[in-house]
């Protein structure tokens, strides 16, 4: 970390070198905990270096910028969790958070129950409008509650030709029965 940020043109990301220590405890690692620390110092590097590409100056940084980030790239980038975690708290950094991410290695629904579920709340009226919003953006794109409690209207972009939803840099197209 002091490498990348030493490397940095950007004297507010130059002020956060005391974070190559923020996920550091004392004492023995587990296995693999090396990599990991490894990792998170990189993902940490890349959060930086996309802020300054973005020219988004490091104590402006807004939730949405961090969402926008973590939705545009791999489910690795959750692991900067630990350094805007300790970022916000230092004072370097707005109070953003990254939500803890877990894995699972088979999908909790089939294709078939996620469809199901899908014309259930698409064509059901027995629940409120917003709920079967959010559950449409639930099933069909993945995206956390959180976020899509998040979410305003200027993230809902109407066209002539169509209508998108902006979850990162790019809006999403919204299928005909969902947009209907």
């Given amino acids: 970390m002091p490498q990348l940020l030493s490397r940095s043109s ?9 974070s190559s220590s923020f996920s550091a405890d004392a004492g023995t690692l587990a296995p693999g905990a090396g990599d990991t620390a490894k990792q998170e110092v990189t993902v940490a590097g890349q959060l930086l270096t ?16 961090i969402d926008a980030w973590l939705v545009d790239g791999p489910s690795t980038r959750y692991l900067a969790r630990g350094f805007v975690k300790w970022a916000a708290k230092a004072g370097h950094l ?6 803890n991410r877990t894995t ?43 976020r899509i409690s998040r979410m305003r209207v200027e993230d809902v972009v109407i066209t002539d030709k169509d209508i998108r939803i902006r979850f990162g840099a790019e809006p999403a197209h919204l299928p005909g029965p969902v947009a209907d």
């Fill in 94 to 99: 707005p109070v953003v958070t990254i939500p």
């Fill in 10 to 18: 950007s004297t507010e990301t130059r002020s956060a070198r005391p």
């Fill in 50 to 65: 996309h802020l300054e590409e973005k020219n988004i100056a490091f104590k402006q940084v807004t939730q949405a910028d």
């Fill in 104 to 146: 699972c290695t088979s999908p909790i629904l089939s294709q078939d129950e996620r469809l199901s579920l899908i014309r259930r709340v698409l064509h059901g009226q027995d629940m409120p409008l917003a709920l079967r919003v959010a559950a449409t953006l639930l099933l069909l794109y993945a995206q956390p509650v959180t």
